[in-house]
């Protein structure tokens, strides 16, 4: 099922308020029992229709990049940026699959095709991982708004099915790092109705509450920086999604989420300062 088309809002217009599909077919959300959860969760429901009504910008699925200036000093950086990940790639066996660091991401990817690395996850920091990429860490910081980077690494074959992102107030960015040559759609994701395809050093942004399936059917490894930041917007979604970005800290799968990575990044850093100190 492909979620309805999203008009522009304007406040002083008939225009019709925008839509979105708040579901995907095929694919059920895990279970959370708990009442604080499903207390949460019907906030969010509510707060995605205000987030759609108050949109400064639209709700278009994919956007202009022109539509945010700061997209070219991002793409500025887009070397600087590739020399720390080359860094990281070294150990790229040692890095964790999505849904290691985020169990909810079993819903749609089980094998060890997506793989990440994290310098912000839902506000929260990685410091050691941020100490390792200060020059990507130094470019995020034009981004109004920020609140997950990471490094989103794409073995040979993999392909994530149809789904939606769980949340609309905030907008998705990729930075084409490692893109293998490919002809035709091979290598692409699709935003609701759009077949999009990456570009090195280049910026793609778009709204991942559509619809949307990413693939790699080449024989090579993808490579882009995966950035969420706040969607702009008006008052008063603008303080509701405010309120929500602070809470979502203490829901269960962030909190698991986080405490994920941190037992990950402690043995990722042990091992490494355990090779440093190796006598020769």
């Known amino acids: 099922m492909e ?51 108050y949109a400064k910008l639209g709700n278009p699925p994919v956007y202009d990049n022109a539509t945010f200036p700061w997209a070219k000093e991002i793409e500025k950086a887009a070397p600087a940026i590739r020399a720390e990940l080359d860094r990281i790639l070294l150990r790229k066996n040692e890095l ?38 200060p020059e990507t860490w130094k470019a995020m910081q034009k981004i109004p708004g920020l609140t997950t980077v990471m490094f989103s690494i794409f073995e040979p074959g993999k392909h994530l099915p149809p789904h939606r992102g769980p949340y609309n107030g905030v907008l998705r960015l990729h930075l084409g790092m490692i893109v293998p040559e490919n002809t035709g759609d091979n290598l692409a994701i699709r935003v609701k109705d759009q077949i999009c395809h990456w570009e090195e050093g280049k910026v793609l942004i778009f709204d991942d509450a559509y619809e949307h ?23 008063p979604a603008r303080l509701v999604n405010w309120l929500l970005m602070n809470m979502a800290i203490f829901t269960p799968f962030i909190r698991e989420g986080l405490d994920n990575h941190k037992e990950w990044e402690k043995k990722f850093y042990a091992e490494a300062e355990a090779l440093r100190n190796r006598p020769n």
């Open 3 to 53: 979620p309805d088309v999203a008009a522009p809002f304007s406040a002083d217009s008939n225009t019709p308020e925008p839509k979105q599909t708040f579901a995907t077919d095929g694919i059920a959300p895990m279970d959370r029992p708990s009442a604080i959860t499903r207390a949460f969760m019907g906030i969010v429901a509510w707060a995605e229709g205000l987030n759609l009504k």
């Open 96 to 133: 964790p699959t999505f849904q290691d660091i985020s169990t909810d991401v079993k819903t749609i990817s089980t094998d060890n095709g997506w793989k990440t690395f994290f310098l912000l996850g839902f506000g929260v920091k990685s410091e050691q991982n941020i100490k390792a990429c």
């Open 213 to 235: 399936e990413a693939w790699n059917h080449t024989d090579k490894t993808r490579v882009v920086l995966f950035v969420d930041f706040v969607k702009p917007l008006k008052f």
